[in-house]
T-cell receptor, first 114, second 115 residues
């Protein structure tokens, strides 16, 4: 158990809909990262937050957005969903203050868009 | 453009064998190279990591070899066991402002260790 929690575990929805994925980082970790894992693209970085502020952006679509709240939990919002958005979405956390820090991954949310 | 290239895609070895997984990177600004292990239905978990000022790092049965001039690094699993059957990902990251950035992953290697 990494200490990172993600809800829900599974999500089935229809094209055009909007969903919210939630992540609670390990206690004390200030950095939260979101990654998408799909069969064709592999594990891809979406976005990073550090202590409530956006720190880095990767291959995140404009239809996707995220935020980190004062209690450090984070939410990833996916809207106007398409079939190709079906994937595993992982949240990872790290303390955020030093080089070479381990990123601890949560168990993921499996999204299926029908 | 794939910044971290990993091979092979899949690997089958007998118990006790030494699987080797290779990765190559392009960006010389990368300064942190972790390997992650992922079991089906689980999130990736850090196995071992290395920084470019070290050529080899060993933790238990897992060894990373790092060749800075060739921009390559590899994972060796000594005395492999059926429980090591999983997907392995190499990754790279660069630091900025004193902290480590996001991970860029290779495509993964599915390892199967036969009893």
């Amino acid at each position: 158990d990494s200490g990172v929690t993600q809800t829900p575990k599974h999500l089935i929805t229809a094209t055009g809909q909007r969903v919210t994925l939630r992540c609670s980082p390990r206690s004390g970790d200030l950095s939260v990262y979101w990654y998408q894992q799909s069969l064709d693209q592999g594990l891809q970085f979406l976005i990073q937050y550090y202590n409530g502020e956006e720190r880095a952006k990767g291959n995140i679509l404009e239809r996707f957005s995220a935020q980190q709240f004062p209690d450090l939990h984070s939410e990833l919002n996916l809207s106007s969903l398409e079939l190709g958005d079906s994937a595993l979405y992982f949240c990872a956390s790290s303390p955020g203050g030093a080089r070479g820090e381990t990123q601890y991954f949560g168990p993921g949310t499996r999204l299926l868009v029908l | 453009q794939q910044q971290v290239k990993q091979s092979p895609q899949s690997l089958i070895v007998q118990k006790g064998g030494i699987p080797i997984i290779n990765c190559a990177y392009e960006n010389t600004a990368f300064d942190y190279f972790p390997w992650y292990q992922q079991f089906p239905g689980k999130g990736p978990a850090l196995l071992i990591a290395i920084r470019p000022d070290v050529s080899e790092k060993k933790e238990g049965r897992f060894t990373i070899s790092f060749n800075k001039s060739a921009k390559q690094f590899s994972l060796h699993i000594m005395d492999s066991q059926p429980g090591d059957s999983a997907t392995y990902f190499c990754a790279a990251s660069k630091s900025y402002g004193g902290s480590q950035g996001n991970l860029i992953f290779g495509k993964g290697t599915k390892l199967s260790v036969k009893p």
